[in-house]
């Protein structure tokens, strides 16, 4: 039996509880009512449903509110929007095939490969494994976050190959050392901010965003120093200013930390604050004038065998004297308690010793703490300057780690182009290549991308009318793609197969309008069917399409020969190497169709490939 769900409040109602996050910035409820209509857009019917769902049902759950009033609201502090529009969606089957992440440490594969077993850690042996040498907990966490949910944009991606390449650059050598041992000591200061607001810190907490601070300030000088110019740091590199700077004095110029150890508490240094210090020369010399007073309290009572004057923080200053001594012969003794072996008296000496020096030690972490109050407000004023400033550094960090894992197995950088393809010569997987013993054997990858727009294309017969309806539709801006039951035409081949009349080399191919649709029809169908990828340059092949008016295909060199060849292969091969011969020999002009005349007749009966290689090795077989 299913579970019933409860019911979306509707809009006026969520509305009505989105506006009361704005309560405390309107005068009225009619101006909370203006302001949410201006921060939030009211059209979006199912976003303002979901929000208010959200809200109520935070209410209904009591959340952080759960030992306040009944009539309380949750808090809600901000919200944040999240972007998916640019990630990639994967399942935890593709990363499982993918090895992106170790699924059971104590069972991976052993690496057999001896030249890198000492390289990775056989409980990591994934790719995440390989790759995560950062030497921060921030960068561990931030490439965990890359590889987990990985984007398409590529500018995102342009700028990290970026800095992988620029880290990865052997002339860069020093910087990558240097940033190794600046990005060590950082820390992950979001817990750190949250106990700061808190007033909970402790001085390891302290100690730790000291010296995060400190080394994220020498990050900041490399920024500005003109030698670490990247792209993927220009959003933080303003981060990196004065306000940096000031938290890292004044903390500083502000703690002791070899004092705080001793203490376990954060002190102040000396010469600070003159009431301070004079606190803390007062509390040094507290031992000497006990000692006196002990003295002068041993003569005044008979010189007692044992008489010693103590202080207690919160208490105040007590005299000891031996458990048999009989107190109350003197009338300005006051019996406090007894520990069994000694008893602990006020006397008046002891009275007036709170009275001129008073509670010393409490007095001093008093006043530390004020002062610490303080720089706590100051850090929490610069808390978004120094949680960005741990983002870049982690970020850095990631760059490197990737830099150094490409260096160490002769990784090299990809090239990123819009056209769905993908085309990669001697590509290896890095955990495949890590499990054999011998050297792997690469393999090269040709493949275009498989998505459906909803274009119902059968093996057999294409919908012409659907398929001209929807051209008529998409403006020049939309990515044009064909899908069939089993693949997909990306929009680079779709503007050379959907486009027969424009011209190949100065003279039209089909000018009748049922022809061109027959035809447009069988290359359509044909390249579904077949591989008309493989061995094709894309770019060459958008670059032929694009040319109206194409000078003859050998007059501009072999730059313009293989324009030319993967433009025709792309568009004509599978129709068959029969029709594609004979609108090979209708394209050619000048010396290229004279010398295809002469093809040999053992080259007649092979491919359209082979016809071509045996003109351009006639073109161009004497250069």
């Not at 409040?9 to 005068?27: H, N, Q, T, Y």
């Not at 800095?163 to 992950?188: C, H, M, T, W």
């Not at 160490?408 to 769905?420: K, L, N, S, Y």
């Not at 010569?425 to 013993?437: F, M, Y």
């Amino acid at each position: 039996m299913g579970m019933r769900l409860p019911m979306t409040p509707d809009c006026d109602r969520a509305l009505v509880r989105i506006a009361e996050l704005f309560e405390s910035e309107a005068l009225s409820e009619c101006e909370a009512g203006l302001i949410t209509r201006f921060r939030i857009d009211t059209g979006s019917a199912n976003m303002v449903r979901a929000l208010g769902a959200l809200l109520h049902h935070m209410d209904s759950a009591r959340v952080g509110v759960e030992f306040l009033l009944p009539t309380a609201r949750t808090p809600v502090t901000a919200i944040k929007t999240m972007m998916v529009q640019e990630m990639v969606e994967m399942d935890a089957m593709t990363f499982r095939a993918l090895g992106i992440f170790a699924v059971d440490p104590g069972t991976d594969t052993t690496v057999r490969n001896v030249e890198h077993a000492k390289l990775i850690n056989k409980d990591r042996f994934s790719l995440f494994g390989i790759c995560c040498r950062c030497r921060s907990a921030p960068g561990k966490r931030m490439l965990r976050k890359w590889f987990s949910r990985p984007t398409r944009d590529s500018t995102v991606l342009q700028n990290r190959h970026d800095a992988v390449a620029f880290l990865a650059n052997d002339e860069n050598k020093d910087i990558g050392v240097y940033l190794q041992r600046v990005l060590k000591p950082v820390r992950s200061l979001k817990t750190t901010m949250k106990r700061l607001r808190a007033s909970s810190m402790k001085i390891n907490d302290w100690i730790g965003l000291h010296s995060s601070v400190h080394h994220l300030r020498e990050l900041g000088h490399l920024l500005h120093s003109g030698r670490f110019r990247l792209k993927i740091m220009a959003e933080f590199k303003p981060f990196f200013d004065d306000r940096l700077e000031e938290v890292k004095t004044i903390m500083e110029a502000l703690i002791d930390y070899d004092e705080s150890r001793v203490e376990n508490r954060m002190v102040v240094r000396v010469g600070l604050d003159a009431d301070v210090d004079q606190m803390k020369a007062t509390y040094r010399s507290l031992p000497d004038n006990l000692t006196r007073a002990a003295k002068n309290e041993a003569v005044r009572l008979g010189s007692p065998s044992s008489c010693a004057v103590g202080y207690v923080p919160m208490v105040g200053y007590l005299l000891q004297l031996p458990a048999h001594f009989d107190y109350q012969q003197y009338d300005d003794l006051e019996f406090l308690y007894e520990d069994g072996q000694s008893l602990h008296v006020k006397s008046d000496m002891m009275r007036r010793l709170d009275e001129e020096i008073g509670d010393i030690k409490m007095q001093i972490i008093d006043r530390e703490t004020t002062i610490m109050l303080r720089l706590e407000r100051l850090l929490i004023s610069r808390s978004r300057v120094i949680i960005t400033c741990v983002r870049a550094a982690a970020v850095i960090d990631c760059c490197l780690s990737l830099a150094t894992t490409a260096n160490m197995f002769g990784w090299c950088r990809p090239t990123i182009v819009e056209e769905a393809v993908i085309q990669a010569k001697g590509v290896v997987h890095p955990l495949a290549q890590l499990t054999v013993a011998s050297n792997f054997v690469a393999n090269p990858i040709e493949m275009a991308e498989i998505r459906n727009n909803g274009y119902n294309i059968d093996e057999e017969e294409i919908d012409l009318n659907l398929l001209m309806d929807e051209e008529e539709k998409m403006d020049e801006s939309t990515p044009r793609v064909l899908t069939t039951a089993n693949s997909t035409l990306s929009d680079a081949a779709a503007e050379i197969l959907l486009n027969p009349n424009e011209r190949v080399s100065g003279k039209g191919i089909l000018h009748d309008r049922e022809a061109a649709n027959a035809e447009k029809r069988a290359r359509a169908a044909a390249f579904f069917l077949s591989a008309s990828y493989r061995g094709v340059d894309i770019a060459n092949a958008r670059k032929w399409r694009s040319e109206k008016e194409d000078p003859e295909p050998i007059s501009g060199g072999r730059e313009a020969w293989n324009v030319f060849r993967d433009g025709f292969l792309l568009r004509y091969e599978h129709m068959g190497d029969a029709t594609a011969k004979q609108l090979l020999i209708e394209s050619l002009t000048g010396r290229a169709k004279i010398e295809y005349k002469g093809l040999p007749d053992d080259y007649k009966k092979k491919s359209i490939r082979d016809c071509l290689s045996w003109l351009e090795e006639r073109c161009f077989g004497e250069q």
